[in-house]
């Protein structure tokens, strides 16, 4: 049996994150995607954080993987002539440049669809419509201008980006979405169309919770937010440390060793029907009969001091120790794990969500495989092309001959 996304295939002129992210997920759900490098220098991240001279930095191949690489300079005259048949015989183009880049090439999207009417055309950009929208942006901007910055950080203290690339691999996520549901409706109509996703857009789109809170906040102090009773609540949304986002209240509390061990720390969730478990656990058997703690709203205003004696009792226990403690007890809690407790841990590599792949510069490395998993289209996670490893196998393909592949060679279009 096939791959789901057998037979579609991808002209993907990604760069950097965000693109890459989207692309390289249809390509693990089966497509085949053609990534378009510049001749000569290709996607700028092939160079950047290298950790090995000479080879393809991780930052390339973990983002690149099961693609096929060309180069290709649409600028020139041999250019637009091979670009011209990519378009026609693609179903879905990806581009993430900045805004106006691709009209610049000489295909905008309108001479995209007079090319090729089922071309699903997908763009990323920083902005939509509106005062930023010819500005380029990178992750840590989307994550400022999409409202996750002024709602992470510590009560009182700076706003601070996190370490997901919610702001790149967020909207690649985004964009596949969008793109799938293109390739839905082709069926039905017949004809592609655009599918574009703002990085502000999709991060706004995963800080929801906190679009909510904004309102909820002109009805009164937001009572599971660490600023609750004492503190001072402005007009927008403040910065609630690691205060839980749901109706549960939640704090990331210490275990033993995080005198020495920065990751040493697990998150408990204080579950209205776990919560007698909880109590009994930690030795505060006599909450359930108090009325200052045995309702969720009696606690509200008590939450710290809650987290501070479940900290107490944490705090003499590994975080293993404390999971195998609170699980059977149906208590919602995760500890804190390092990347280096992740990409050890053997249950993520029977899945392939953490994998090892060859690669014939840099050797075996580690990279996250597709954490969406199909039951009949299992991802297998192949390495990143070299730069122009396939130009010539996907020229030959879409009808060059060996005398207009050396004829584009000189020009320097490929
Ligand atoms: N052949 C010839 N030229 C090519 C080419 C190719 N194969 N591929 C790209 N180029 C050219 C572009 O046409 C563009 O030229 P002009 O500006 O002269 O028209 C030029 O390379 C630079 O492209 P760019 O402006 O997209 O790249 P940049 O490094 O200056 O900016 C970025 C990078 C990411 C800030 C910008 O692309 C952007 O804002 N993208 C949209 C948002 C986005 O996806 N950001 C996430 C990036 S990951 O953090």
């Given at each position: 049996m096939g791959k789901a996304l057998d037979g579609v295939r991808i002209l993907d002129m990604t760069h950097v994150q965000s693109g890459p992210t989207c692309t390289q997920i249809l390509a693990w759900f089966g497509a085949d995607v053609i990534k378009v490098e510049r001749p000569g220098e290709g996607d700028p991240t092939r160079g950047q954080l290298r950790d090995k001279p000479g080879v393809d930095s991780l930052y390339f191949t973990m983002l690149n993987s099961n693609k096929r690489g060309i180069t290709l300079n649409p600028k020139t005259e041999a250019g637009k002539k091979i670009f011209t048949k990519l378009i026609e015989t693609c179903d879905v183009m990806v581009e993430n440049f900045a805004p106006g880049a691709i009209d610049r090439m000489g295909f905008p999207w309108e001479t995209i669809q007079k090319i090729n009417p089922r071309m699903v055309y997908a763009s990323i950009k920083g902005f939509g419509p509106g005062p930023f929208e010819d500005c380029k942006v990178y992750e840590n901007v989307a994550q400022c201008t999409g409202g996750a910055a002024s709602t992470t950080?510590?009560?009182?203290?700076?706003?601070?980006?996190?370490?997901?690339?919610?702001?790149?691999?967020?909207?690649?996520?985004?964009?596949?979405?969008?793109?799938?549901?293109?390739?839905?409706?082709?069926?039905?109509?017949?004809?592609?169309?655009?599918?574009?996703?703002?990085?502000?857009?999709?991060?706004?789109?995963?800080?929801?919770?906190?679009?909510?809170?904004?309102?909820?906040?002109?009805?009164?102090?937001?009572?599971?937010?660490?600023?609750?009773?004492?503190?001072?609540?402005?007009?927008?949304v403040p910065r609630a440390g690691n205060a839980s986002g749901g109706g549960h209240p939640g704090w990331i509390v210490k275990c033993k060793g995080w005198e020495t061990d920065p990751d040493a720390y697990i998150y408990v969730i204080a579950q209205l029907q776990a919560f007698p478990e909880l109590a009994k656990v930690i030795g505060h058997p006599e909450w359930l009969d108090d009325p200052n703690f045995n309702t969720p709203e009696a606690r509200l205003p008590r939450l710290m001091h809650v987290f501070c004696e479940i900290e107490k009792w944490t705090m003499t226990k590994t975080k293993k120790a404390v999971m195998d403690i609170l699980n059977p007890l149906n208590v919602p809690c995760g500890p804190i794990l390092s990347m280096k407790e992740l990409a050890e841990e053997p249950a993520l590599r029977a899945t392939?969500?953490?994998?090892?792949?060859?690669?014939?510069?840099?050797?075996?490395?580690?990279?996250?495989?597709?954490?969406?998993?199909?039951?009949?289209?299992?991802?297998?996670?192949?390495?990143?092309?070299?730069?122009?490893?396939?130009?010539?196998?996907?020229?030959?393909?879409?009808?060059?001959?060996?005398?207009?592949?050396?004829?584009a060679r000189q020009q320097g279009a490929i």
């Open positions: 950080g510590e009560m009182d203290s700076v706003p601070l980006v996190t370490g997901a690339q919610i702001g790149d691999s967020g909207t690649g996520i985004h964009l596949v979405a969008g793109i799938l549901a293109a390739l839905l409706h082709r069926e039905k109509s017949g004809r592609g169309q655009r599918v574009t996703v703002a990085m502000q857009d999709a991060v706004l789109n995963l800080c929801r919770v906190k679009l909510r809170d904004q309102q909820r906040l002109a009805h009164g102090p937001l009572k599971e937010y660490p600023q609750y009773p004492n503190g001072e609540f402005g007009d927008a392939g969500t953490v994998v090892e792949v060859d690669h014939p510069k840099r050797g075996t490395y580690l990279t996250v495989g597709n954490p969406i998993k199909l039951s009949d289209s299992p991802a297998d996670v192949k390495r990143s092309p070299l730069l122009g490893e396939h130009t010539e196998e996907v020229l030959r393909e879409i009808g060059l001959s060996d005398a207009d592949i050396q004829a």
